[in-house]
């Protein structure tokens, strides 16, 4: 039996492994265009910003490894010009000599990966403008950066490699400008959470420039100057770094007649298998299953990339093996705040037309009087009624990644909010909280199904008119210390019970705190006594962010 691979780096080099495991007796060929088999290209920001020292490190396998241990066949520097579906031949070139050959195949997998966008933008190809996908890309920004003496330096694109390049620059003291051309950074989040990223960022000296399309990079007397946005916006650097996206590469599997999503991604079924049985696709050029909803999505990832390649492997050799799905979780950290999500954002549910809730709670890393706790914020997306979790999104400076995990697995075991409240989690003071942030969060979500609050958006605190009332319940010192909401009643919670009989019932009002658990009591206590009330969701500190 033979087994072609195209394609290494997670989704190739894991299918390769699978395979051997599966099939001594297979004969199993895996063919990459560049020079390394399989690398750890997450680490490649961070191999630019010196953290990781060696490039070494970076390198999980290489071709004689891959035949000392698997017996596998690697040929790299090479590339797959065509398919011969009909006769089940490849065409290969070998890209040190130009020399081509015919392999034959039994079974296929494709993963050929992405290529990242921007090339075509006019400017792209000049000295001193770089993409990141390898590591000789990696190697050139390196070069770049020591040869040039780069003092600022453009990043395009506010994903998160764009952010981790941002990140690793300005540890190496060079001056960043982050272009974006949509309203918000962390286009996966919504915007009310990547708003505290955008805020930390400027506060750490980044100069953000939002609804701002790249249009050219033109060469300077110093460097290069880049043209942005529909008003002739523009800025000098020594560096530009495309962080745009990527598109599928998907040219051979166009070439052989293999069904194709309009985005240009690789139809696959849930055994990976593309139009063709014999033929599967994995990783970045593959149409993923997204888990929450059963459609198709783009989803470039090493993670699933892992888990598909293993799938195909094991269909391809003759076991029934199906993906169930992916939940796009996703992390990425920047000057010590890190943001995550996992599922649908409220965005995405929204254009979907799903039926959806929202809900917003502050939390600690750990417990409060436990020396480094640094504060989180939780948002949840579930549906109304039963409460079942579409997804979640946490910012913050530690325990980030444990409660996207934990948020995770819940909502791959279809979990309500409900069951949140109630999940047993590990607690010592420099861990977590006797009540964690996710059973807080699990708490305010429960609360808003069963009516026992009523929550107001963010935009409701500053759209003003005299059909709402403002109840502001912090102290005076924290409003001195986080900004004054104009023309509101200062009302502290603890003054609040006896000062009700000077409250109008015939009026509405909407209560605020700094993170929303005493406009939650306010709201109980004024609701009970009669009072058309309405709390905050997620209270001054996730508005005052969105507002700055």
Do not use: W
């Amino acid at each position: 039996m033979k087994l072609v691979i195209v394609g290494g780096v997670a989704g190739g080099a894991t299918a390769a492994a699978r395979a051997r495991r599966l099939n001594e007796a297979a004969q199993i060929t895996l063919i990459e265009k560049g020079p390394h088999v399989s690398f750890a290209n997450c680490g490649l920001p961070y191999y630019v910003g010196k953290v990781i020292k060696r490039q070494d490190d970076l390198l999980i396998s290489n071709p004689l490894a891959f035949k000392a241990r698997y017996d596998i066949e690697v040929l790299t520097r090479h590339e797959v010009t065509a398919i011969g579906r009909a006769s089940k031949e490849l065409l290969v070139r070998n890209l040190l000599n130009g020399q081509e050959k015919q392999l034959a195949y039994d079974k296929l997998i494709l993963a050929t990966g992405a290529e990242p966008m921007g090339q075509n933008i006019p400017g792209a190809g000049r000295p001193g403008v770089f993409a990141l996908r390898s590591i000789p890309d990696a190697d050139s920004i390196k070069r770049h950066l020591a040869s040039a003496q780069v003092k600022n330096a453009v990043v395009v694109g506010a994903g998160a490699i764009g952010l981790e390049m941002a990140d690793n620059l300005l540890d190496l003291g060079t001056g960043v400008t982050l272009l974006e051309m949509g309203d918000q950074v962390l286009p996966a989040l919504d915007p009310e959470m990547a708003a505290f990223m955008q805020a930390h960022l400027r506060e750490r000296g980044v100069d953000i420039r939002l609804e701002a399309p790249l249009q050219s990079i033109e060469p300077t007397p110093n460097g290069l100057a880049v043209h942005f946005g529909e008003n002739g916006g523009q800025v000098e650097c020594g560096l530009v770094l495309l962080c745009l996206g990527v598109r599928p590469q998907n040219l051979l599997a166009a070439q052989a007649g293999l069904a194709l999503s309009p985005s240009g991604h690789v139809r696959v079924d849930a055994r990976m298998a593309t139009s063709d049985p014999d033929i599967f696709a994995v990783g970045d050029v593959a149409l993923a299953r997204h888990r929450v909803t059963g459609h198709g999505a783009a989803i470039p990832l090493a993670g699933p990339a892992n888990k598909q390649g293993r799938i195909a492997a094991d269909n391809a050799l003759g076991r029934c093996s199906l993906y169930q799905g992916s939940l796009a979780t996703n992390i990425v950290q920047c000057q010590g705040l890190a943001a995550a999500a996992t599922g649908l954002s409220q965005k995405a549910a929204a254009a979907r037309g799903l039926p959806h809730l929202a809900s917003f709670v502050h939390g600690n890393s750990h417990s409060s009087y436990y020396p480094g706790a640094e504060p989180l914020c939780i948002k949840l997306i579930f549906t109304p009624g039963q409460g079942r979790l579409l997804g979640a999104q946490v910012v913050g400076a530690g325990g980030v990644d444990k409660r996207i995990d934990v948020l995770a697995t819940a909502i791959h075991g279809g979990l309500r909010v409900f069951d949140l409240q109630e999940l047993d989690l590990a607690y010592a003071p420099q861990f977590g909280s006797a009540k964690d942030p996710i059973n807080l969060a699990g708490y305010a979500a429960g609360n808003l199904l069963q009516g026992d609050v009523e929550n107001a958006a963010i935009q409701d605190l500053f759209s003003g008119g005299p059909e709402q009332t403002i109840i502001d319940l912090r102290l005076p010192e924290e409003i001195e210390r986080q900004g004054a909401i104009a023309g509101s009643l200062v009302l502290p919670l603890p003054q609040l019970r006896q000062n009700l009989d000077q409250l109008d019932k015939s009026k509405s009002y909407l209560l605020c705190c700094s993170v929303g658990l005493r406009g939650y009591l306010a709201y109980r206590l004024m609701r009970q006594a009669g009072f058309q009330v309405r709390n905050l969701n997620g209270g001054y500190r996730l508005a005052g962010v969105n507002r700055n």
